[in-house]
């Protein structure tokens, strides 16, 4: 079982707000405006709410939840931490190797099964995200659910979270 006093405050940190940046990619990745970003975020955080359920055996992303709950009641919720970037492909390289760098941090302190499990739980916010309304169209009439931005995001997470 791993547990919160496995980790040293930055990487509870990086924990804690890796769903968070990884819905902040896909957003990024294709940006939809502000009612398009809002719906993105919100689906993020109803995503994380539902998660108690679907990872309910997992004790490290109960934990987590916890925590983000804590911060909520609190008002006290940390700052992504997102650089200014000076392209698109620095946004994805640094997002990539944030990714890269939790994956490595689960697989060192963490059960192969309850890292398994975060880093769905963490890709399932993304896809949250990225699934929270349509893209392009007039109206609401046409567009597509996830752009092949998104899809390229999604990807790249994948990839950096070797999932």
């Not at 930055?10 to 398009?36: D, F, K, N, Q, Y």
């Not at 990539?96 to 697989?107: D, F, G, S």
């Not at 963490?110 to 949250?128: I, L, P, S």
């Amino acid at each position: 079982m791993t547990t919160k006093t496995d980790f040293t405050p930055e990487e509870w940190l990086r924990l804690t707000v890796a769903p968070s940046l990884a819905a902040s990619s896909v957003v990024m990745a294709s940006p939809s405006g502000p009612i398009g970003m809002f719906k993105e975020m919100e689906a993020t955080a109803k995503q994380l709410q539902s998660a108690r359920e679907q990872y309910a055996s997992n004790e490290l992303v109960a934990a987590v939840l916890s925590e983000w709950e804590n911060m909520a009641k609190t008002r006290e919720m940390p700052d992504l931490q997102t650089p200014k970037f000076a392209s698109g492909e620095e946004a994805k390289a640094w997002w990539a190797e944030q990714m890269q760098q939790l994956a490595a941090l689960l697989a060192a302190k963490a059960t192969a099964e309850e890292a398994a499990g975060y880093k769905a739980f963490v890709y399932d916010a993304a896809v949250a995200a990225a699934e929270a309304g349509k893209d392009g169209g007039f109206l609401g009439i046409g567009g597509v659910r996830v752009t092949p931005e998104e899809q390229g995001a999604l990807g790249a997470l994948k990839a950096a979270l070797d999932l």
